[in-house]
């Protein structure tokens, strides 16, 4: 079956650096993607999310980058604080919004230093 | 706020023991998720809901079952829990796109 995974199990950032998570997916077939992050103690939290038809979508303070040709996906923070400490997870579905499952990638631990 | 509750943060229970988990949402929803989380498998999918007395099987059903009987409420059940069922788990929302996630419920059979 189709998976997602992400290259780092752990990313370590200096304060007020810029962050960069990637993940990449191995169904073509995928047309939504989100990133979540979650807190210890807590559920995963949305961040954002992407749809096949673009390759780049800009939040406060993030973005999400789409290279469909190559299957990569990445999440970039900017000016990282010390509330981004969490794990971050990418997530794929086929199925137009994630209405049958979305399929998580195993999670990339990131740690800000001071 | 957008809301997913689910009953329990933490739950002891021993082995053989039938267990009810229950999520409930309050954004009207029509879809929603059971997950559980392990370290190093990340998140997989238990069941799913499109709507009410419907439910589908994610990628690892066995040994569970779910009920959906209102919109709101979707509960996951061990029919005979075991240790290997001791996880996180979560329940989640969503109205086509995105998901909101409950806190989680950590499982632990003894």
């Known amino acids: 079956g189709e998976s997602v995974g992400l290259h780092l199990p752990t990313l370590s950032v200096q304060e007020g650096d810029n962050s960069i998570i990637n993940c990449a997916y191995s169904n073509s077939a995928s047309d939504y993607f989100i990133w979540y992050k979650q807190e210890s103690g807590k559920g995963p939290q949305f961040i954002i999310d992407i749809r096949s038809n673009m390759d780049k979508r800009q939040g406060q303070r993030v973005t999400v980058l789409l290279n469909k040709t190559v299957k990569h996906l990445s999440l970039q923070i900017a000016a990282t604080q010390p509330g981004d400490s969490a794990v971050y997870f990418c997530?794929?579905?086929?199925?137009?919004?994630?209405?049958?499952?979305?399929?998580f990638g195993k999670g990339t631990h990131l740690i800000i230093q001071p | 706020d957008v809301k997913v509750t689910q009953s329990s943060r933490y739950l002891v229970k021993r082995t053989g023991e039938k267990v009810f988990l229950e999520c409930v949402q309050d954004?009207?929803?029509?879809?929603m998720f059971w997950y559980r989380q392990d370290p190093g498998l990340g998140l997989r999918l238990i069941y799913f809901?499109?709507?009410?007395?419907?439910?589908e099987k994610g990628d690892i059903p066995e040994g569970y079952s779910v009920s959906r009987e209102k919109k709101e409420r979707f509960s996951l059940i061990l029919e005979s829990a075991s240790t290997n069922q001791t996880s996180m788990y979560l329940c989640a929302s969503s109205p086509g796109y995105g998901y909101t996630f409950g806190s989680g419920t950590r499982l632990t059979v003894v």
């Open positions: 997530a794929e579905s086929h199925s137009g919004g994630g209405a049958d499952g979305l399929t």
């Open positions: 809901s499109y709507d009410v007395k419907m439910k």
């Open positions: 954004m009207d929803h029509e879809n």
